[in-house]
């Protein structure tokens, strides 16, 4: 099994559902606060590998939501400098294991890559945000600037 180094959202309620997938699977997770995590441009754009730019970013931050950035349209140089200066922005989890980097929890995607137990999968939307679809854990979401 893998150490998985997980940059977080404390207080995400999917950041945590998605941990315990990974522990079950017997990973072992090594939580990290993306938001004050020491960013360089190097090392945040490794874990976006040949995305979209778009994908890069968190759709539930409010900047993005209310439309005042357009991900599609920036490149990724400036892509970065906004995320640099606002990780709040920056799409989760980034997850790292040894030098293989990943930005998402697609559920599939993460069971090719490192493994899930298919027991603990459960197909739950672990990476739209509750208050898009509902209230539940609103505040969860939305608290320390979204």
């Known amino acids: 099994m893998s150490t998985v180094l997980f940059y977080e959202k404390p207080g995400c309620i999917n950041n945590t559902k998605q941990k315990v997938l990974l522990a079950a699977a017997g990973h072992t997770v090594q939580a990290k606060n993306l938001l004050t995590e020491k960013w360089t441009a190097a090392r945040l754009r490794a874990f976006f590998g040949d995305l979209p730019v778009a994908e890069w970013f968190n759709p539930s931050a409010p ?25 709040l922005l920056i799409r ?55």
């Open 92 to 146: 989760r989890p980034l997850m790292q294991v040894d030098e293989d980097y990943r930005v998402g929890f697609d559920q599939d995607a993460v069971n090719r890559w490192i493994g899930l137990s298919s027991k603990a999968r459960d197909r739950e939307d672990l990476e739209t945000c509750p208050r898009q679809t509902g209230k539940l854990h609103a505040a969860s979401c939305m608290e320390s600037s979204g």
């Open 63 to 87: 900047r993005v939501r209310d439309g005042e950035i357009w991900p599609h349209k920036l490149s990724g140089d400036q892509a970065i400098a906004l995320m640099l200066g606002e990780p």
